[in-house]
């Protein structure tokens, strides 16, 4: 079982629709057993992967969602009637994932903001946990992890869940500025906490033309940078207008009439295999 996140410091980069098509295309094409975990209080990967008439009934009907992986604590209900009574967190090997199409996940939920400003004794080895102790034993083959646009406790978590991350970018010079920066945080996080995490690279993101000046200098510039040369995807995805339009009913590429995006796709999930020795 590998574990893969998609980070970047810069929003709207491309991590969430990137992340989820790697998912797709690992289990449509390649027949793996995948998971994705929504570590995004913006919980957008969710949104793509739930109508929002499913997701406010599962939390309606109390079904778990990545909050219980991160909010141990002990909660006191307070009532008029009975008096204080106190809930207990759920033991985090019993936390369901859902199956939603081809994939399975256990859903975002947007009260991580509020998580975010109460202390939380080792929240940041939550999510380990919990693929160790929930996932691990299941027999799935990928866990992909979307993550949020700041270097917040949400993406350490990741990454100390994770053997390898992924930066997907935009290939414009703004775009370009914050990979430096990010590769240093992830580095000092990976010594921080001793992690065996692997950059597999940058993959350029909603790409107009692959012939065009913005996309072929970015390339060049990673290219002739001794911290980037070898860590670039030969591969890239296209930018698609149909997909931002149609994300929410019907988010995978692989399902679109459209040869390029598909190949495309295909070309850049055969590289993370061959990357990381699975083919
Ligand atoms: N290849 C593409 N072609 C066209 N539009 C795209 C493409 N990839 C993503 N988009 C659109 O760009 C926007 C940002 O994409 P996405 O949500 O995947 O980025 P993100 O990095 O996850 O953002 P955030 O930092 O907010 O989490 C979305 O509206 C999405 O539909
Ligand atoms: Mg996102």
Redesign the pocket.
Known sequence: MKTIS?V?M???????????NVADCLARTHGKKVAVLDV?P?F??TQCLFTPDAYVKMLKAGEETILDVFDTDVKTLASVVSGAATVEPKEISEIQLRKSGLLWTLPGNIELYRLEMVAGEGREFSLKRFIEQAIAPKDFDYIII????TPSIWMSSALIASDYYVI?VRPDPLSMIGIDLLRSIIERRRKTYGLKLNCLGVVF???ERPDSVNYSTARQNLKENALWKDKVFASY?????????Q?LEQPFMLKMDDFD?RTNLKNFVSEILEKIDDK
């Open positions: 998609f970047n810069k929003g709207g980069v491309g991590k969430t629709t990137v992340a989820l995004d913006q957008n990967a979307d993550t949020p646009p997907p993101t909603m790409v995805i296209p930018k698609r207008t149909d997909l931002a339009r994300q995006l």
